[in-house]
T-cell receptor, first 110, second 115 residues
Framework: LAKTTQPISMDSYEGQEVNITCSHNNIATNDYITWYQQFPSQGPRFIIQGYKTKVTNEVASLFIPADRKSSTLSLPRVSLSDTAVYYC???????????FGIGTKLQVIP | DTGVSQDPRHKITKRGQNVTFRCDPISEHNRLYWYRQTLGQGPEFLTYFQNEAQLEKSRLLSDRFSAERPKGSFSTLEIQRTEQGDSAMYLCASSFTGPMNTEAFFGQGTRLTVV
């Protein structure tokens, strides 16, 4: 399974755009890239998923270059409630049978 | 549907005792996953079911752990002869098999403390 590398922590001021980049050099052809958000004492919550190029939903955008060896989660205009741990996963199509990494702890500052 | 439900939310047990956790997935979801999460780490995959069939188990899952999903509905995770190292949050997730990759929905977890 492809291993992912992402920053351990990030700080951002409220209202700013936050970009979190994840490296996955060994991604396989049938792998998807999925991002989850987790608050303390809660289960992870799906944010966005993509295979290539750009995906956008109501909460985030996901940018994936052509070689798919990295991806960037973009959170527009973060608020204090976006303070959480964000996990990047590379998972075989249709399956979530992967172990999450340590994730990126995002701290939003007022 | 209220999402993935796990019971109990918290469990304190003495070392050596057996414990069982229950997960009720979203009703139309045919895939169910169990994870374990310790402090400061991301969730670690343990096992998954497609309907009632347990299709994969992590190499990290010791013989003391067993999971079932009778009739492809709810699932149970049992830990026999608990050890202090089993203390963790146990998470359940479910997903639906569709033509495209689909997201997994997680429950709130069961926090196990072995004393």
């Amino acid at each position: 399974l492809a291993k992912t590398t992402q920053p351990i922590s990030m700080d951002s001021y409220e209202g700013q755009e936050v970009n979190i980049t994840c490296s996955h050099n060994n991604i396989a052809t049938n792998d998807y890239i999925t991002w989850y958000q987790q608050f303390p004492s809660q289960g992870p919550r799906f944010i966005i998923q993509g295979y290539k190029t750009k995906v956008t939903n109501e909460v985030a955008s996901l940018f994936i270059p052509a070689d798919r060896k990295s991806s960037t989660l973009s959170l527009p205009r973060v608020s204090l409630s976006d303070t959480a741990v964000y996990y990047c996963l590379v998972n075989p199509g249709g399956y979530q049978k992967v172990t999450f990494g340590i994730g990126t702890k995002l701290q939003v500052i007022p | 549907d209220t999402g993935v439900s796990q019971d109990p939310r918290h469990k304190i047990t003495k070392r050596g005792q057996n414990v069982t956790f229950r997960c009720d997935p979203i009703s139309e979801h045919n895939r169910l996953y169990w994870y374990r999460q310790t402090l400061g780490q991301g969730p670690e995959f343990l096992t998954y079911f497609q309907n009632e069939a347990q299709l994969e188990k992590s190499r990290l899952l010791s013989d003391r752990f067993s999971a079932e999903r009778p009739k492809g509905s709810f699932s149970t995770l049992e830990i026999q002869r608990t050890e202090q190292g089993d203390s963790a949050m146990y998470l359940c997730a479910s997903s639906f098999t569709g033509p495209m990759n689909t997201e997994a929905f997680f429950g709130q977890g069961t926090r196990l403390t072995v004393v």
